[in-house]
């Protein structure tokens, strides 16, 4: 995730000023979406020391599915996420596609057509079988993704959003199978539900099913979209924009996510967890220090918007009590909640010194069996495709009256390039 790592902000006068630009042009349009802003005020002023920046803050569109407050952490079409954690992963979905949660009716009729819509091409499985194994399994993702596409698409955003949000259970289901060599695909069961399906599919030898699967249900909600201009979300609706289908777009922002600076990181905090050694709070706080001074970075703690605990993670350590409550590993993940955020406090220079979604996640799958680390960005994956679809479901066919949002298009300033002639 962007930010995923707490570092220190540039020291150049001109880049801490232009946060601060950044952060007061928001706070002005805090009603970005209120029907009472007009059409021409101001939002964000953007000066030369905007640029090279990555987007960072700039407003570039509307967005409906989920906000991202700096302080309350994402909140789904207005639910704040700690109310959905347990919410069936479908109604979660189905709330994010039609911006209101399913009554009971609606909730089983939904599940009925994502169970409909599961089947995947046996060319696809056979597709993955001869992936090289060396490849990162959101490599494997990545042109399975592609695969899907070629074997089932309609073309229609709405109809292949959640055919892709259905089929993909089977897809990563079968990449975590067959990469891992855990044997030959398990059937399908759609009628299991999403995620209960997608673990029985997995078939992770040793695991508690049960368990794995109260698990990742939570995971999942949790993971499934977090703002409009997240690095995935904002490369899926860019390519969708252009009107490549949903599959190709996916594939496009799955390949965002697969970076270490945004999705990839939750495998790394796992990493970063073992390489601390000790449950002891007073040695956890000096090896934090010891890091710190040694030019490391704390994996799992800072955020590009967010100024607070994340309430994905405070989600994730209450879940960990209950499933995990004694697993050393755990209890060196709480034990950095408190002492890198002690920390890293004294550092004024640190934005944000409060641990993001990825803390305490891989410390939590590590427990549950699912202990291959490279395997955590597929699972933040397999979520985050039913918000980055959905969101591009709004903007291509719902937006500006259905018209949707033209191919992006912005620009850059020339640099270095002084007219020349050849010859
Ligand atoms: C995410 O969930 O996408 C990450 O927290 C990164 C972000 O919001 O930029």
């Known amino acids: 995730m962007i930010g995923s790592t707490s570092k220190i902000k540039p020291t150049k006068k001109h880049s801490i000023r232009s946060a601060y630009t950044a952060v007061v042009g928001y706070a002005q349009c805090t009603r970005i979406g209120s029907a009472a802003m007009s059409d021409d005020k101001v939002l964000f002023e953007i000066t030369e020391k905007h640029l090279n920046t990555g987007l960072r803050r700039f407003p570039v569109g509307r967005v409906r599915t989920s906000r991202v407050d ?110 891992s060599g855990w044997g030959e695909p398990i059937p399908s069961d759609p009628s299991k ?59 496009a922002a799955m390949a965002g996510l697969y970076g270490p600076l945004h999705g990839r990181a939750n495998q ?64 060196t993940a709480l034990a950095m909640r408190e002492r890198a955020v002690k920390v890293l406090k004294e550092n004024p220079k640190i934005s944000n010194p409060y641990p993001n979604v990825d803390a305490v996640s891989g410390t939590l799958l590590n427990a549950s069996g699912l202990t291959e680390s490279d395997y955590y960005t597929l699972l933040f994956g397999f979520a985050r495709i039913a918000g980055i679809t959905a969101q591009i479901v709004d903007e291509r066919v719902h937006m500006r009256n259905g018209r949707g949002v033209p191919i992006y298009r912005c620009s850059y300033i020339a640099e270095n390039q002084d007219p020349r002639r050849l010859g």
């Not at 490391?296 to 955020?303: D, E, P, S, Y």
């Not at 209450?318 to 004694?326: N, R, S």
């Open 70 to 179: 700096p302080a309350q952490g994402v909140s789904y079409v207005g639910y704040p996420i700690a109310d959905l954690a347990t919410l069936d992963p479908e109604a979660a979905i189905f709330l994010l596609y039609n911006k209101h949660l399913p009554n009971p009716d609606e909730l089983n009729d939904f599940k009925a057509d994502l169970a409909n819509r599961a089947s995947v091409d046996p060319s696809v499985i056979n597709v993955l079988k001869s992936l090289p194994k060396d490849g990162h399994p959101m490599e494997w993702l990545i042109n399975g993704l592609s695969l899907l596409g070629m074997t089932g698409k309609t073309g229609d955003f709405y109809e292949d959003g959640l055919n892709l949000v259905s089929r993909s259970a089977e897809l990563i289901a079968n990449i975590f199978r067959i990469r």
């Open 193 to 251: 539900g999403l995620v209960e399906n997608f673990v029985h599919m997995m078939g992770v030898p040793g695991a508690d099913q049960a368990k794995l699967t109260k698990l990742l249900r939570t995971f999942y909600v949790l993971h499934m979209d977090h703002g409009g201009g997240n690095l995935s979300t904002f490369t899926g609706k860019a390519v969708a924009s252009g009107h490549a289908d949903q599959f190709s777009s996916l594939a």
């Open 268 to 331: 790394e905090c796992l990493n970063f967890v073992k390489s601390v050694k000790t449950t002891d709070p007073d040695e956890i706080e000096q090896f934090v220090r010891d890091t710190l001074s040694g030019g490391g970075k704390i994996f799992g703690f800072g955020h590009a918007v967010l100024r607070a605990e994340d309430p994905r993670a405070t989600v994730q350590y209450a879940l960990g009590q209950e499933i995990c409550g004694d697993d050393p590993l755990f209890k």
